[in-house]
Every structure is written in structure tokens, then in C-alpha cells.
């Protein structure tokens, strides 16, 4: 019965910890609904399979109850992050939360199995177990909870401006500043005022939320308006109002290390076992929701395998180029040169429209990168040579991708050659579908392009040209489908030809043809 004198300590520990005032509120009206019935249904299993270990956090009942936990403070986080903060901040405070959702179950559970036995060591009937259940199910996910929900609120918020702060560097000096009214903690009003550098240790460890349910916060101000404080002093303030266990785990900057959640909580301090499947489980369902939610970011015109497998795919495009992507972007942040901003800098970014194509795809899905310039003996010279062009995109089942070539056209057709005419016919017909098309074409005088054509929603077909802007407004607007049609060779090499490319996966083989 050791385990159970030491989870008795647990608790009197984390009432300590979140403050009986505020366990007391969470009795009343709170700012979210916890459906109970998994609870129940995880502590059913429990029961059922005679007691409980580590492994069942594999099982669905317990996947279900993390899922539900991560559901609250992730409504937490979603009302404390502006629209425009980057992804990268918005799925690292999830993960922590996730992280965080997965020590929390295997805490609550692992009580759970102990509330099965009498102090005896025999098992409870059923319905004795289960009030004991819910009285757990009471302290975990309505009392703790409640302060778990609380200061994510509070962390997010803050994690959210310190971005924000970063982008100005020391411009202006950051100023710590309570709510002002009488429930302030005297310790955290010593700190009020203090007036320091962004870069100055002192914001490491003492920037906002420094307790359970702190409101304070830290806003800029200009340096010539507010005298700076002294450092020493400040961090030596910061260090007597975090003393003790209980409030030293504070000591933490939930913007520069992007955790919601205090890395020394008592949730995380678990058997090594417990700490290894809690990682395995809590990443596999990071990844699985990751994978699910973009898969909601994609368009109609894509079938749901075709969804599958490019938002898994995105997942090793994200480990390769070392990254997280952000959201789709529209055509217009896109394209207008953003694929290869540094077109007419050199020759080398004006011969490296077989990067150019590709990125404007990543883009569209999210990926912030941009083409590399054609130099010698480079994967972007390979790919300029002939067929190997279309060597970067494959089909969603893993297998190389095959263009429509001009000539095999022109054979189904029975014509000898091309016309404009037939240009314009070609681009049409290949292009029937809504999506994202790779154009290789050879021209009239010699040497050949890889573009793009796009049809849209509304049936319309656009020569979309990534490597310089030939969007509405740029001086360009005659480079269109009668331009290609007019300077299309009436002879074509097989390597020339289109591809639908939008439901195409990319070859992280030549992920090194794009900056980031």
C-alpha cells in the first residue's frame, strides 16, 4: 500500500500546489465541459482487465481520455493565440499540451487501479469502485483541471506576445505589471515595474505567469519613458518570490522554450517506463492529429487517399527541410515572384524554373521556401537535363510519377506536329481537372521552360509563371496560354509534356533545391 500513501501525498502536493481558493472556484461555473463518460468508460477497463499498468495508455479508452484532456487545454490555447502567430508556436505549446495530457491520464489511471483494492487488498464491487472513480474523476478533470486550463490560458497569452517582443529585439524594454487590484500576491507586487531589456536573464525565468491563476503580465514600453531597472537587484526579487518548491517551478519562459506547462510539474515525474510509452503514445497521436488537421486544409478536388498521403508526406517534408509548415497560402502569396524572389539578380535564377514549379506547389501547401539558384554540377543542374525534371514527384502510392508527353498527344490525335491551335487544344485537354499542372515546353528557338498552368474552380485555365511574376499588374501579363501556344516548338523532345502535380507527392531526395 505504499503506492497509495505516496498518491495521498500526490494530492495533498497538487492541492498545495494549484491553491484550495482556486480549487474552490472550480466547483462553480467553469470555462469548459469535460465529458465524464470517458472517464467512466477508461476506469470500466481498468477494472475489467484486474488492474492497471503502463501499457494501457495504448488502449483506446485511455487514447480517448488524453484526446479529451488535450481537447480542453487545447480550447485554452485557441483562444489565447492570435489568427496570425506562426504555426511553429501554435503546434509546439499543442504538443506540450499532448505531452502534458499523457502524464496527467497515466496519474489519474494509475490511481484509478489503486482505488480497485480494499486497504485489505481485495477488490471492490463494481459499484463501490465506481464512486470511487468518479471522486477521482472529480479532482482530476474538474479541480485540477480547472488550474491546468487557467494557466494555459495565461502561458499561451504570454508565449504569443514574447514572439511578438522578439521581432523588435531591444528596441524597447520590457515592464513586468500585476492586475493592480487587491487580489495581487504581495510577492508578485514586489516585481511590478521592473524594467529590463527582453534580453536580460531576468525574463528566463520571471516572465509572466509566475503562479497558478496569475494574471500578471509584461508589456513594451519605450526606454526613454521608464528608467531601466537595476539587474542584479531585479533577479535577486524575482529569485525571493519564487523561493520554495512550490513556486520555484515557475522559474520558466513559456515563449522562449514554447512549454505550457512547467517542466518540473509533479505530472512529469513518472517510473522511466511510464516516461517511454507516455513519449511513444503521446508523439504517435501528435503525428495522427498533425496529419488530420491538414487533411482538413486541403482542397475538395482532391480525393481522400490523395489527402492521406500528401498530409502524411508533409510530416517527412517538414523532418528533411527542418521546419514546420504554416498554412496553405493563396495563389497570390504563392506566386508574384515569391518562388524565386531573387529573379534577375543572376543568370543562375533565371535557368532554375525546374525549382521554381515545385515551390510554388510547397507553397501552396503551407512550406515558406523558395527557389535555389541552376549552378554546376548542383541536383538543380540534374534536373535541368531532359527527363529528369519530372524526377521529384511521385505518385501518392510511393511509385515515380509519368507526364502526359506532347508527342504521345499528338499520336492519339494522329497529328504530325504542333499548331497553336493545337497548343491551346493540348492544354485543355490535359488540364481538364481542377489543380496544380507542370508544363515542360521546348520553344521555337531552341532550349525549353518548366511553368505552370492551374485550373480553377470556376473552369478557368492560367499559365501561373513562379519564376518571374506574370500575375494581373505586373507588366507581364502578356506571358498567357496564347504566348506559350505562339512560341511552342511545333516539334517537341518526349521529356516535354504536362503532369498533374498538385496531387503529387515531393521528393525529399531534392529537398535541397529550396531556401527556407
Same mark, same amino acid.
Given at each position: 500500500?505504499?503506492?497509495?500513501?505516496?498518491?495521498?501525498?500526490?494530492?495533498?502536493?497538487?492541492?498545495?500546489?494549484?491553491?484550495?481558493?482556486?480549487?474552490?472556484?472550480?466547483?462553480?461555473?467553469?470555462?469548459?465541459?469535460?465529458?465524464?463518460?470517458?472517464?467512466?468508460?477508461?476506469?470500466?477497463? =481498468?477494472?475489467?482487465?484486474?488492474?492497471?499498468?503502463?501499457?494501457?495508455?495504448?488502449?483506446? +479508452?485511455?487514447?480517448?481520455?488524453?484526446?479529451?484532456?488535450?481537447?480542453?487545454?487545447?480550447?485554452?490555447?485557441?483562444?489565447?493565440?492570435?489568427?496570425? &502567430?506562426?504555426?511553429?508556436?501554435?503546434?509546439?505549446?499543442?504538443?506540450?499540451?499532448?505531452?502534458?495530457?499523457?502524464?496527467?491520464?497515466?496519474?489519474?489511471?494509475?490511481? &484509478?487501479?489503486?482505488?480497485?483494492?480494499?486497504?485489505?487488498?481485495?477488490?471492490?464491487?463494481?459499484?463501490?469502485?465506481?464512486?470511487?472513480?468518479?471522486?477521482?474523476?472529480? +479532482?482530476?478533470?474538474?479541480?485540477?483541471?480547472?488550474?491546468?486550463?487557467?494557466?494555459?490560458?495565461?502561458?499561451?497569452?504570454?508565449?504569443?506576445?514574447?514572439?511578438?517582443?522578439?521581432?523588435?529585439?531591444?528596441?524597447?524594454?520590457?515592464? @513586468?505589471?500585476?492586475?493592480?487590484?487587491?487580489? &495581487?500576491?504581495?510577492?508578485?507586487?514586489?516585481?511590478?515595474?521592473?524594467?529590463?531589456?527582453?534580453?536580460?536573464?531576468?525574463?528566463?525565468?520571471?516572465?509572466?505567469?509566475?503562479?497558478?491563476?496569475?494574471?500578471?503580465?509584461?508589456?513594451?514600453?519605450?526606454?526613454?519613458?521608464?528608467?531601466?531597472?537595476?539587474?542584479?537587484?531585479?533577479?535577486?526579487?524575482?529569485?525571493?518570490?519564487?523561493?520554495?518548491?512550490?513556486?520555484?517551478?515557475?522559474? @520558466?519562459?513559456?515563449?522562449?522554450?514554447?512549454?505550457?506547462?512547467?517542466?518540473?510539474?509533479?505530472?512529469?515525474?513518472?517510473?522511466?517506463?511510464?516516461?517511454?510509452?507516455?513519449?511513444?503514445?503521446?508523439?504517435?497521436?501528435?503525428?495522427?492529429?498533425?496529419?488530420?488537421?491538414? =487533411?482538413?486544409?486541403?482542397?475538395?478536388?482532391?480525393?481522400?487517399?490523395?489527402? +492521406?498521403?500528401?498530409?502524411?508526406?508533409?510530416?517527412?517534408?517538414?523532418?528533411?527541410?527542418?521546419?514546420?509548415?504554416?498554412?496553405?497560402?493563396? =495563389?497570390?502569396?504563392?506566386?508574384?515572384?515569391?518562388?524565386?524572389?531573387?529573379?534577375?539578380?543572376?543568370?543562375?535564377?533565371?535557368?532554375?524554373?525546374?525549382?521554381?514549379?515545385?515551390?510554388?506547389?510547397?507553397?501552396?501547401?503551407?512550406?515558406?521556401?523558395?527557389?535555389?539558384?541552376?549552378?554546376?554540377?548542383?541536383?538543380?543542374? @540534374?534536373?535541368?537535363?531532359?527527363?529528369?525534371?519530372?524526377?521529384?514527384?511521385?505518385?501518392?502510392?510511393?511509385?515515380?510519377?509519368?507526364?502526359?508527353?506532347?508527342?504521345?498527344?499528338?499520336?492519339?490525335?494522329?497529328?504530325?506536329?504542333?499548331?497553336?491551335?493545337?497548343?491551346?487544344?493540348?492544354?485543355?485537354?490535359?488540364?481538364?481537372?481542377?489543380?496544380?499542372?507542370?508544363?515542360?515546353?521546348?520553344?521555337?528557338?531552341?532550349?525549353?521552360?518548366?511553368?505552370?498552368?492551374?485550373?480553377?474552380?470556376?473552369?478557368?485555365?492560367?499559365?501561373?509563371?513562379?519564376?518571374?511574376?506574370?500575375?494581373?499588374?505586373?507588366?507581364?501579363?502578356?506571358?498567357?496560354?496564347?504566348?506559350?501556344?505562339?512560341?511552342?516548338?511545333?516539334?517537341?523532345?518526349?521529356?516535354?509534356?504536362?503532369?498533374?502535380?498538385?496531387?503529387?507527392?515531393?521528393?525529399?531526395?531534392?529537398?535541397?533545391?529550396?531556401?527556407?
Amino acid at each position: 500500500m505504499g503506492l497509495r500513501r505516496e498518491y495521498r501525498a500526490f494530492n495533498a502536493a497538487l492541492r498545495s500546489l494549484y491553491g484550495r481558493e482556486q480549487l474552490t472556484l472550480a466547483e462553480g461555473d467553469r470555462p469548459f465541459d469535460f465529458d465524464d463518460a470517458l472517464f467512466d468508460e477508461a476506469a470500466k477497463a =481498468v477494472y475489467q482487465n484486474g488492474g492497471f499498468d503502463v501499457s494501457y495508455l495504448t488502449e483506446p +479508452q485511455a487514447q480517448a481520455l488524453i484526446n479529451e484532456t488535450l481537447r480542453v487545454l487545447d480550447t485554452a490555447v485557441g483562444s489565447a493565440l492570435p489568427h496570425e &502567430v506562426p504555426d511553429t508556436i501554435r503546434y509546439a505549446l499543442e504538443n506540450n499540451a499532448f505531452v502534458f495530457s499523457g502524464f496527467k491520464t497515466f496519474h489519474a489511471l494509475r490511481e &484509478v487501479g489503486l482505488s480497485m483494492l480494499t486497504e485489505k487488498g481485495d477488490i471492490k464491487p463494481f459499484n463501490d469502485f465506481l464512486t470511487d472513480v468518479r471522486q477521482i474523476n472529480a +479532482q482530476y478533470n474538474h479541480n485540477y483541471l480547472y488550474a491546468e486550463y487557467n494557466h494555459a490560458l495565461g502561458a499561451a497569452q504570454m508565449a504569443a506576445k514574447w514572439h511578438d517582443f522578439e521581432q523588435d529585439g531591444d528596441r524597447y524594454n520590457l515592464q @513586468y505589471r500585476t492586475a493592480g487590484d487587491d487580489k &495581487v500576491r504581495e510577492e508578485h507586487a514586489i516585481l511590478n515595474g521592473t524594467t529590463l531589456p527582453p534580453s536580460d536573464p531576468f525574463w528566463d525565468m520571471f516572465l509572466p505567469p509566475n503562479g497558478w491563476n496569475c494574471r500578471c503580465t509584461a508589456v513594451q514600453v519605450r526606454k526613454n519613458k521608464y528608467p531601466a531597472s537595476d539587474p542584479e537587484l531585479a533577479m535577486k526579487r524575482g529569485q525571493n518570490c519564487t523561493d520554495g518548491a512550490k513556486k520555484a517551478i515557475f522559474r @520558466y519562459n513559456a515563449g522562449k522554450s514554447l512549454q505550457l506547462f512547467p517542466p518540473k510539474h509533479p505530472y512529469f515525474k513518472a517510473p522511466a517506463e511510464a516516461k517511454q510509452i507516455i513519449e511513444q503514445v503521446t508523439q504517435e497521436a501528435i503525428r495522427a492529429k498533425r496529419i488530420r488537421d491538414m =487533411v482538413e486544409e486541403l482542397p475538395d478536388n482532391l480525393t481522400p487517399d490523395e489527402k +492521406q498521403a500528401i498530409a502524411a508526406h508533409n510530416l517527412e517534408i517538414e523532418d528533411a527541410l527542418k521546419t514546420t509548415k504554416g498554412k496553405p497560402m493563396t =495563389v497570390e502569396q504563392a506566386d508574384k515572384q515569391h518562388a524565386n524572389p531573387n529573379y534577375g539578380k543572376g543568370r543562375e535564377y533565371g535557368i532554375n524554373c525546374q525549382t521554381c514549379t515545385p515551390a510554388y506547389v510547397l507553397r501552396t501547401l503551407g512550406f515558406n521556401v523558395t527557389a535555389k539558384p541552376n549552378t554546376r554540377g548542383s541536383k538543380l543542374d @540534374y534536373l535541368s537535363r531532359g527527363m529528369n525534371a519530372w524526377e521529384v514527384w511521385k505518385n501518392p502510392d510511393g511509385t515515380q510519377a509519368v507526364h502526359v508527353s506532347v508527342n504521345d498527344w499528338l499520336a492519339s490525335k494522329k497529328y504530325i506536329k504542333m499548331t497553336e491551335k493545337r497548343w491551346l487544344e493540348y492544354f485543355n485537354e490535359t488540364c481538364k481537372e481542377v489543380g496544380i499542372y507542370g508544363l515542360s515546353i521546348g520553344w521555337k528557338r531552341g532550349g525549353g521552360h518548366m511553368t505552370v498552368l492551374q485550373r480553377f474552380p470556376d473552369g478557368e485555365l492560367r499559365y501561373i509563371e513562379p519564376q518571374h511574376d506574370n500575375s494581373k499588374g505586373s507588366g507581364r501579363e502578356s506571358y498567357d496560354l496564347k504566348f506559350l501556344a505562339k512560341y511552342g516548338s511545333a516539334t517537341q523532345h518526349n521529356c516535354r509534356g504536362i503532369m498533374r502535380i498538385d496531387n503529387k507527392l515531393f521528393s525529399t531526395d531534392y529537398i535541397e533545391i529550396f531556401d527556407k
